[in-house]
């Protein structure tokens, strides 16, 4: 077996370099923005009024499929205040707005019409981030009003 030597100019050395240089690159720019979110990749895309009207009777919601309101906003790129609060009951329901610090955001408001006990007065906010869902509430306002996450209420029989 006969090894040969491979001669390398300056020039071909130069080019490999880059060559791997622009690969590991793009390996960490993938590995950055698949493998940093796992809980975003199993979000469903919600790019339409009518992705994210199923997506809410899925979980349970009657609402009228006509958004009340919709508001588009800039998310600070760091979170602070009330947002640091709010963010919390997006966590306890597998939700987090840090993934989306410094992008757009869309609030979809729809009407609630089957709240246990509640027939009027109910809404649900989503909130979607390059076409995922990344928050959402239910409130109630006035005087026995809430905020609570976008799992549906379990009724207890009261008999």
């Given amino acids: 077996m006969m090894i040969q030597a491979i ?12 060559l ?3 690969v590991l690159a793009a390996l960490i720019l ?3 923005q698949h ?3 796992v809980g975003a990749s199993e979000q469903p895309c919600l790019s339409s009024n009518g992705e994210r009207v199923a997506y809410l009777q899925e979980l349970g919601w009657e609402i009228d499929p006509e958004p009340l309101t919709t508001l588009q ?3 600070p790129p760091k979170l602070s205040g009330d947002y640091i609060t709010y963010n919390d009951l997006q966590k306890a329901q597998g939700f987090d707005l840090e993934t989306c610090c410094g ?3 869309t609030r979809f408001t729809y ?12 809404q649900l906010n989503l909130y979607i981030c390059e076409d995922l869902p990344v928050a959402g509430d239910v409130v109630c306002t006035g005087t026995d009003g809430f905020q609570d996450t976008l799992v549906f209420p379990q009724q207890t029989d009261a008999s």
Avoid: S
């Avoid at 001669?7 to 880059?18: C, D, F, G, S």
């Fill in 7 to 18: 001669r390398l100019t300056r020039k071909k050395a130069a080019l490999a370099v880059i």
């Fill in 20 to 22: 791997a240089g622009a």
């Fill in 30 to 32: 993938l590995l950055g």
């Fill in 35 to 37: 493998g940093g979110n």
């Fill in 73 to 75: 906003f800039l998310l």
């Fill in 103 to 105: 992008k757009q955001v």
């Fill in 111 to 122: 009407t609630v019409t089957n709240y246990p006990q509640r027939p009027d007065g109910v």
